[in-house]
């Protein structure tokens, strides 16, 4: 069963900095890999979907990539805003089964 | 597109009562799947379907719990009899592709709050 880890738990930065979220998972035979995003009482949107064969996906601000073969992937913010505020998720997705790290819960600071 | 679709957004009960949870995925999706979030535990997958069937339902807790999918358009969760630890939020999401596809990007709906007292 997959297992997936996400560092840090809990993230506070003033306004404007740039910051990386850390996943790890320890099946590396995956399809793809989503990062989400939660709001606090909302459900889950879907920011990037980065595919097997590809090392990184980009939309505005965020960058992500991914390593197969070291289990990981990093989810890059740049210029931070307080909107970017909530609950970070990544979900590696294997044999019909998308497993959840618990999330990075960020707050960026006016 | 109106995006994954779920009802009740909210669903206050007592013990022993039945709970029905209701989907409507993406037209045209083939996947559908059934997510429990509590804060204890995550996000946990109880089933999923392709093509209406059902695939994996090896995170459904206990029997007290069934899911089905009669068609394309519609898939409920049932509880019965509800306890107060299936207390949680309920989310169900679709997908556009099938089994093993190399893509396979999911869509989540709002969420069901169940409260069970």
């Known amino acids: 069963k997959q297992e997936v880890t996400q560092i840090p738990a809990a993230l506070s930065v003033p306004e404007g900095e740039n910051l990386v979220l850390n996943c790890s998972f320890t099946d590396s035979a995956i399809y793809n890999l989503q990062w989400f995003r939660q709001d606090p009482g909302k459900g889950l949107t879907s920011l990037l979907l980065?595919?097997?064969?590809?090392r990184e996906q980009t939309s505005g601000r965020l960058n992500a990539s991914l390593d197969k073969s070291s289990g990981r992937s990093t989810l890059y913010i740049a210029a931070s805003q307080p909107g970017d505020s909530a609950t970070y998720l990544c979900?590696?997705?294997?044999?019909?089964?998308?497993?959840f790290g618990a999330g990075t819960r960020l707050t960026v600071k006016p | 597109d109106a995006g994954v679709i779920q009802s009740p957004r909210h669903e206050v009960t007592e013990m022993g009562q039945e709970v029905t949870l209701r989907c409507k995925p993406i037209?045209?999706?083939?996947?559908l799947f059934w997510y429990r979030q509590t804060m204890m535990r995550g996000l946990e997958l109880l089933i999923y379907f392709n093509n209406n069937v059902p695939i994996d339902d090896s995170g459904m807790p206990e029997d007290r719990f069934s899911a089905k999918m009669p068609n394309a358009s519609f898939s409920t969760l049932k509880i019965q009899p509800s306890e107060p630890r299936d207390s949680a939020v309920y989310f169900c999401a679709s997908s556009p592709f099938g089994l093993g596809a190399n893509t396979g990007e999911l869509f989540f709906g709002e969420g069901s709050r169940l409260t069970v007292l």
């Open positions: 980065i595919q097997s064969s590809q």
């Open positions: 979900a590696p997705y294997n044999n019909n089964d998308m497993r």
């Open positions: 037209s045209g999706h083939n996947s």
